[in-house]
């Protein structure tokens, strides 16, 4: 067959494909649906079997011209044909050869051209095989990769092809890549840079199956973990429908962030306590760390944020009160005192505060009390 093409070029009945390349010494399985295409498989089917399958330029063309197709396509041979329901005829087609298209017409409703056998040229053999070899180790990652399955008869057939050219040809049309991109391939008729392009592209897959898998991997355990999650609150609802307790976790966390809008908190501080309501929802109420979250919550909104008095800054007054109050501890009222001489005379500073220390009963609570009053 290839002899023929070879000599004189061929007349053959040719079928327009979209976004599908068919390789040289690949099987291929496909659909075909328009008339033309059925017109031109039957034809072939009465004779030799063997039809042109070119790809077009543009996918959406509904009846292509024949500029509208690549020039660039295969010769192949009808190996299986199925008709199916609707008009469809399903067949299994076996690439025969690399072939060059031209004198493309419509005849009796279907496509014909002229086929004529493409020769590859070899620039660096050796390099040829040594990207074979690699290539064959690196689409077995791949599958590995992508969990692509093939037939034992298909792993059969790969181990066993020592032609670089085929080798490139094989793993192209298994690779999920845009039609386009193996059009290219298809065109390529030097097998040194074709294999170099198969080689290159079978990497970039394998890379974005690792990436895909490491994703896959980080959602599956997100997902797991809020599941848990999940069951872990809906345990604990449950308990707490069983105690008879009337607020869930979620209700109390939604009355504390109503209380932080209604609120007069200053914007910096309202960031914090979101944070904090957010961690009080999320916690199993029996941590003893959500008492101290929710203390510490209703003691920020028992602050009267949006209340202010006015400063008594009288010594003499000062001085009589802590004299009332207290009995002896001179040494603290007279600090006292000098703390609020000294904001007397410098209002706007922003000096020390006063702090009270010292063991329980010695009157820290009862002093700032006194300063309050």
């Excluded at 295409?37 to 042109?52: E, H, M, Q, T």
């Excluded at 872990?232 to 504390?256: F, M, P, V």
């Excluded at 006292?336 to 020390?352: A, D, H, N």
């Amino acid at each position: 067959m290839t002899d023929l093409i070879n000599k004189e070029g061929l007349k053959l009945p040719l079928v327009a494909l979209r976004d599908m390349v068919v390789f040289p010494r690949v099987s291929t399985s496909l659909d075909v649906g328009r008339k033309e295409s059925v017109a031109a498989v039957r034809s072939a089917a009465g004779n030799d079997r063997y039809l042109i399958m070119l790809m077009q330029k543009t996918p959406e063309v509904e009846m292509p011209q024949p500029e509208d197709l690549y020039t660039i396509g295969t010769v192949a041979k009808i190996e299986q044909m199925l008709q199916l329901p609707g008009g469809i005829i399903r067949i299994l087609v076996k690439g025969v050869s690399r072939v060059r298209v031209s004198d493309i017409e419509r005849n009796t409703g279907h496509f014909t051209g002229t086929a004529v056998d493409i020769e590859e040229t070899h620039e660096n053999p050796m390099e040829e095989e040594a990207y074979r070899r690699n290539i064959m180790h690196r689409f077995f990652d791949f599958l590995h990769e992508t969990k692509q399955g093939l037939p034992d008869k298909a792993i059969t057939e790969i181990r066993n092809i020592t032609n670089p050219g085929h080798l490139a040809d094989f793993v192209a049309s298994q690779m999920q890549m845009p039609a386009d991109k193996k059009q290219k391939i298809l065109e390529d008729t030097d097998v040194t840079d074709r294999i170099k392009q198969v080689f290159q592209l079978l990497n970039e897959e394998i890379e974005i199956g690792e990436i895909e898998t490491r994703i896959n991997a980080q959602v599956r355990s997100h997902m797991e973990k809020e599941q848990r999650d999940y069951f872990l609150r809906q345990k604990i609802k449950s308990i707490h429908d069983q105690l008879g307790d009337n607020i869930s976790e979620e209700e109390e966390a939604e009355e504390y962030r109503q209380k932080l809008e209604k609120s007069g908190i200053p914007k910096e501080y309202k960031a914090k306590l979101r944070k904090e309501i957010a961690r009080l929802e999320t916690m199993p109420p029996m941590m003893a760390e959500s008492a101290i979250i929710r203390n510490y919550l209703d003691w920020v909104f028992d602050i009267p944020w949006t209340e202010e008095s006015k400063d008594n800054l009288d010594l003499e007054k000062t001085k009589q009160m802590l004299d009332e109050d207290h009995y002896g501890l001179e040494k603290i009222k007279e600090r006292i005192l000098e703390y609020l001489s000294v904001r007397i005379l410098s209002p706007e500073s922003k000096g020390p505060i006063l702090c009270f220390v010292g063991p329980p009963g010695v009157g820290k609570t009862s002093l700032a009390q006194s300063i309050a009053r």
